[in-house]
């Protein structure tokens, strides 16, 4: 069983940065994919940004070249970071770390990103 945790979730301001963190533990053995996913309010969840363990990185169209991903291993967790510079007030949602295994997907339980104009 796979334990996903989110963090770093906030208020900015149009223009501001903020980093958003994923922490996966428990049954990480043979993780393939761990990606960011993002819902407003009356809109359906569409993808952020997804790292495969290969280091091949695959971003939304509305955040290219404003957001970057990345990810890490230690003492047998995985934790993944979402760096998300020039926020725009359409960035605003609830956004939630998902983990591909080998057993399946795992999803966190979201982290509310707010940004103001």
């Known amino acids: 069983q796979v334990t996903v945790v989110e963090s770093g979730g906030g208020l900015v301001r149009q223009g501001g940065s903020l980093t958003l963190g994923c922490e996966a533990s428990?049954?990480?053995?043979?993780?393939?994919?761990m990606g960011w996913y993002r819902q407003a309010p009356g809109n359906q969840r569409e993808l952020v940004a997804t790292?495969?363990?290969?280091?091949?990185?695959?971003?939304g169209d509305s955040v290219k070249g404003r957001f970057t991903i990345s990810r890490t291993s230690r003492d047998s967790r995985e934790t993944m970071l979402l760096q998300m510079n020039n926020l725009h007030p359409e960035d605003t949602g609830v956004y939630y770390c998902?983990?591909?295994?080998?057993?399946?997907?795992?999803w966190g339980q979201g982290t509310q990103v707010t940004v103001s104009s």
């Open positions: 998902k983990v591909l295994g080998i057993k399946g997907e795992t």
């Open positions: 790292l495969t363990s290969g280091g091949m990185a695959n971003y």
């Open positions: 428990g049954s990480i053995f043979g993780i393939a994919v």
